[in-house]
């Protein structure tokens, strides 16, 4: 809590989370492997103000949809707290106290083709979360609630008696919106929600996204890779590598003057759609396993500037310019931060 | 640049049509295209999901899906017309003459082999080598693709591999016999964006040393303005608008075009919203009459309804667009749009 007002809306601490992926039991003894352990996500402390956008960015593997899980509650954490709007989500809550919680965060995944049941009528797909909350009075409430619901992801009412597969990708991930609004959320989780649709559909729900967010206040948690649609919507950003947090910024500051190495590489990894003819350095090598991550700092055998301390001892955030970076380099100032410009799209 | 030299163009493509025979009818696919290459150059084809550029690059390579088939027009390589030749024949060809990459190398490599016998066996097929020499062509070619410690790396297999590293030894595959043409379809598309970057440059350099041609086709166009000379994209079937890359990314003379440049998020401002084409691109069944794109235009007119446009000169582009032709769109359409 880096004032100590205490307005944060989401906050995770210390969250770990991992996953056994051993061999059988049987084979393990015969051929005497040891346990093998997935650190999906080791320890991060994220802090998201209400109505504010924060996005999460990082390669494949690099945990950020196993914290989106972890968050709305499909997977319990191995280690540490989520607090939703000052509630231990960890804490014993009766089953109405947790349903109450649950109603108020919402998840929209990446695949439309796998979200929607292909068997059920969009109606109900989208009736589905305000009959499990028992949020509407009587059949024709209902009715009106889900006409309602269509109209506002720019669908018709009409497109509610039609199933899934009638649908394109856009219009599905529509639904997928509609149904994560059925039960009014404040807090929506967006797991890669554009990554699946073509770039003049993802403008369409992107878009979108931003109007019902200023229409209901929502906050929003948006998982990405690409970094273009999280410059353009995200408030703040953190940036993932190895189930680790490297650095957190506001947007601005995080693609102006990003300090982590990693952030930088990843900068670096956008292509130039301006031709202004700037060089991309790619970076070499490939981000490791997670059963065996490098020690110290995670980053270091990629790291331009890794030295000694790097590779034994893994760095703590340290608070700069309104975000956190992890990066011994920086903390030591032997590192300067680099500015960067762009020109904009004509 | 390829219509400035003399030289005869490596492939030419002549108003291809692809069609898909089904209960319903026959769906065109792939509509009238015509396009070449010159040698040495990197076209570009960008489009969205069912914008036909995949089948384009299927057909040119001889490898389009049953039912799916040509139904008319002419492939050219090297002056030589390729489209209808018996399939022994094609095969030949393939490998040989033609390089092809897909979008997932794990699928395009046989996961029972290993890659060292995979890369023999195609150098084999295509040149009159002896399996040791063979085996170190095979080799350099591993070596060239950037694969750490190729001489064990050769004996290991499709799965011992990472995505990128994967994909590096497709393109080695590819490069195997020596092509003048490589098909690389969605080369970067199922990598991470570190590795993207890499591939990307791999495959310039290789092609700028080999002398390779590239038809790249992609959907992200971040990755076309970085790779390729010219570029062509297609909407529904047909080829909206083909120029030199800079001209069509930074001036884009369709309305698609300008769109779809539109709908990418740009770096440096931050816009409250995106450029949005409205609607999404018809189905095949659907495909509306006049100009394809009309239902999702804000320039159109009447003209766009009833008539369709052909590529025309459009600056230093060509563009299949009335708002480029002397009569214009014709008359404003009175009638307010379908879609708010």
Redesign the interface.
Request: proline residues 7%.
């Given at each position: 809590m880096p004032d100590g007002t205490g307005t944060q809306f989401v906050r995770l601490a210390g969250l770990k989370r991992y996953f056994d992926v051993s061999a059988p039991w049987l084979v393990r003894t015969i051929e005497g492997r040891p346990r093998q352990i997935v650190q999906a996500v080791d320890g991060i402390d994220i802090e998201i103000a209400k109505g504010e956008t924060f996005s999460l960015v990082g390669?494949?593997g690099c945990g950020k949809s196993t914290v989106a899980r972890l968050v709305v509650g499909l997977y319990p954490p191995t280690d540490g707290t989520i607090e939703f709007d000052g509630n231990d989500m960890a804490a014993r809550h009766s089953r109405s106290d947790m349903a109450a919680l649950r109603r108020r965060m919402q998840m929209i995944f990446q695949d439309p083709y796998a979200s929607l049941n292909p068997r059920w009528r969009v109606f109900d797909i989208i009736a589905e979360p305000i009959r499990a909350f028992g949020l509407s009075k009587g059949k024709a409430d209902l009715q009106k609630r889900v006409e309602d619901l269509l109209r506002q992801v720019k669908l018709t009412p009409a497109d509610g008696r039609k199933f899934p597969h009638e649908f394109?990708?856009?219009?599905r991930q529509r639904v997928s919106i509609a149904r994560a609004l059925a039960s009014q959320p404040e807090f929506l989780v967006c797991d890669e929600p554009t990554s699946a649709l073509?770039?003049?559909?993802?403008?369409?729900i992107?878009?979108l996204m931003?109007d019902l967010q200023r229409r209901f206040g929502l906050t929003y948690l948006f998982i990405s890779?690409n970094?273009?649609?999280v410059?353009?919507?995200s408030t703040r950003v953190g940036v993932m590598y190895l189930g680790r947090l490297v650095e957190v910024a506001p947007?601005?500051t995080l693609?102006t003057r990003p300090k982590h190495p990693y952030t930088r590489?990843?900068l670096?990894?956008?292509?130039?759609?301006?031709?202004t003819g700037r060089q991309?350095s790619?970076?070499?090598g490939?981000?490791p396993s997670p059963i065996n991550p490098p020690s110290g700092c995670t980053f270091h055998p990629r790291c331009p500037f890794a030295q000694d301390r790097c590779k034994a001892e893994r760095p703590i955030a340290i608070s700069i310019e309104g975000g956190t970076v992890a990066c011994h380099a920086i903390e030591e100032g032997r590192l300067p931060v680099e500015e960067r410009?762009?020109?904009?799209?004509? | 640049m390829a219509s400035q030299t003399n030289n005869p163009p490596l492939l030419e493509v002549k108003n291809l049509r692809v069609e898909f025979p089904t209960r319903r009818g026959t769906l065109l696919a792939v509509d009238d295209v015509s396009f070449d290459i010159a040698p040495g150059e990197v076209l570009g084809v960008v489009g969205?999901?069912g914008a036909g550029k995949s089948l384009t690059g299927n057909a040119i390579i001889g490898l389009l899906e049953p039912p799916g088939r040509i139904a008319g027009g002419e492939i050219r390589l090297e002056g030589r017309r390729i489209d209808n030749l018996p399939y022994e024949e094609m095969r030949k060809i393939r490998g040989a003459r033609i390089g092809a990459i897909f979008q997932d190398p794990l699928t395009s490599l046989n996961p029972l082999y290993s890659v060292g016998r995979q890369l023999v066996e195609t150098i084999q097929t295509h040149l009159p080598l002896s399996a040791a020499e063979a085996r170190t062509r095979a080799l350099d070619l591993l070596k060239e693709v950037g694969i750490p410690g190729a001489e064990s790396r050769i004996d290991h297999y499709p799965h011992q591999f990472?995505g990128?590293?994967r994909q590096r030894v497709v393109i080695a595959l590819a490069l195997c016999a020596g092509p003048r043409l490589i098909v690389a379809d969605e080369p970067t598309t199922a990598l991470?964006?570190?590795?993207?970057?890499?591939i990307?440059?791999l495959l310039k350099r290789l092609c700028r040393e080999h002398g390779t041609a590239v038809m790249l086709v992609t959907?992200?166009?971040?990755?076309i303005?970085?790779t390729a000379d010219r570029v062509a994209v297609m909407y529904a079937g047909r080829i909206a608008e083909i120029g030199p890359?800079?001209d069509v990314?930074?001036h884009a003379k369709h309305p698609y075009t300008k769109?779809?440049?539109?709908?990418?998020?740009?770096?440096?401002?931050?816009?409250?919203?995106?450029?949005?084409?409205?609607g999404?691109?018809p189905r095949l069944t659907e495909i509306p009459t006049g100009c394809a794109f009309n239902p999702r235009c804000t320039e159109r007119g009447q003209r766009c309804l009833v008539e369709r446009p052909d590529l025309m000169a459009a600056g230093t582009s060509r563009a299949a667009c009335w708002l480029h032709d002397r009569g214009g769109v014709g008359a404003p359409i009175v009638k307010e749009m379908v879609d708010a």
């Amino acid at each position: 809590m880096p004032d100590g007002t205490g307005t944060q809306f989401v906050r995770l601490a210390g969250l770990k989370r991992y996953f056994d992926v051993s061999a059988p039991w049987l084979v393990r003894t015969i051929e005497g492997r040891p346990r093998q352990i997935v650190q999906a996500v080791d320890g991060i402390d994220i802090e998201i103000a209400k109505g504010e956008t924060f996005s999460l960015v990082g390669e494949s593997g690099c945990g950020k949809s196993t914290v989106a899980r972890l968050v709305v509650g499909l997977y319990p954490p191995t280690d540490g707290t989520i607090e939703f709007d000052g509630n231990d989500m960890a804490a014993r809550h009766s089953r109405s106290d947790m349903a109450a919680l649950r109603r108020r965060m919402q998840m929209i995944f990446q695949d439309p083709y796998a979200s929607l049941n292909p068997r059920w009528r969009v109606f109900d797909i989208i009736a589905e979360p305000i009959r499990a909350f028992g949020l509407s009075k009587g059949k024709a409430d209902l009715q009106k609630r889900v006409e309602d619901l269509l109209r506002q992801v720019k669908l018709t009412p009409a497109d509610g008696r039609k199933f899934p597969h009638e649908f394109s990708g856009g219009q599905r991930q529509r639904v997928s919106i509609a149904r994560a609004l059925a039960s009014q959320p404040e807090f929506l989780v967006c797991d890669e929600p554009t990554s699946a649709l073509d770039v003049s559909v993802q403008a369409q729900i992107l878009n979108l996204m931003v109007d019902l967010q200023r229409r209901f206040g929502l906050t929003y948690l948006f998982i990405s890779h690409n970094l273009a649609v999280v410059y353009h919507i995200s408030t703040r950003v953190g940036v993932m590598y190895l189930g680790r947090l490297v650095e957190v910024a506001p947007t601005e500051t995080l693609f102006t003057r990003p300090k982590h190495p990693y952030t930088r590489m990843l900068l670096d990894t956008i292509p130039d759609l301006d031709m202004t003819g700037r060089q991309r350095s790619p970076v070499a090598g490939e981000v490791p396993s997670p059963i065996n991550p490098p020690s110290g700092c995670t980053f270091h055998p990629r790291c331009p500037f890794a030295q000694d301390r790097c590779k034994a001892e893994r760095p703590i955030a340290i608070s700069i310019e309104g975000g956190t970076v992890a990066c011994h380099a920086i903390e030591e100032g032997r590192l300067p931060v680099e500015e960067r410009t762009y020109v904009a799209n004509s | 640049m390829a219509s400035q030299t003399n030289n005869p163009p490596l492939l030419e493509v002549k108003n291809l049509r692809v069609e898909f025979p089904t209960r319903r009818g026959t769906l065109l696919a792939v509509d009238d295209v015509s396009f070449d290459i010159a040698p040495g150059e990197v076209l570009g084809v960008v489009g969205e999901s069912g914008a036909g550029k995949s089948l384009t690059g299927n057909a040119i390579i001889g490898l389009l899906e049953p039912p799916g088939r040509i139904a008319g027009g002419e492939i050219r390589l090297e002056g030589r017309r390729i489209d209808n030749l018996p399939y022994e024949e094609m095969r030949k060809i393939r490998g040989a003459r033609i390089g092809a990459i897909f979008q997932d190398p794990l699928t395009s490599l046989n996961p029972l082999y290993s890659v060292g016998r995979q890369l023999v066996e195609t150098i084999q097929t295509h040149l009159p080598l002896s399996a040791a020499e063979a085996r170190t062509r095979a080799l350099d070619l591993l070596k060239e693709v950037g694969i750490p410690g190729a001489e064990s790396r050769i004996d290991h297999y499709p799965h011992q591999f990472s995505g990128g590293m994967r994909q590096r030894v497709v393109i080695a595959l590819a490069l195997c016999a020596g092509p003048r043409l490589i098909v690389a379809d969605e080369p970067t598309t199922a990598l991470d964006v570190s590795i993207q970057a890499q591939i990307i440059a791999l495959l310039k350099r290789l092609c700028r040393e080999h002398g390779t041609a590239v038809m790249l086709v992609t959907h992200d166009m971040g990755v076309i303005a970085e790779t390729a000379d010219r570029v062509a994209v297609m909407y529904a079937g047909r080829i909206a608008e083909i120029g030199p890359v800079r001209d069509v990314v930074k001036h884009a003379k369709h309305p698609y075009t300008k769109g779809l440049m539109g709908s990418i998020p740009s770096l440096g401002v931050r816009t409250e919203r995106l450029t949005q084409i409205d609607g999404a691109m018809p189905r095949l069944t659907e495909i509306p009459t006049g100009c394809a794109f009309n239902p999702r235009c804000t320039e159109r007119g009447q003209r766009c309804l009833v008539e369709r446009p052909d590529l025309m000169a459009a600056g230093t582009s060509r563009a299949a667009c009335w708002l480029h032709d002397r009569g214009g769109v014709g008359a404003p359409i009175v009638k307010e749009m379908v879609d708010a």
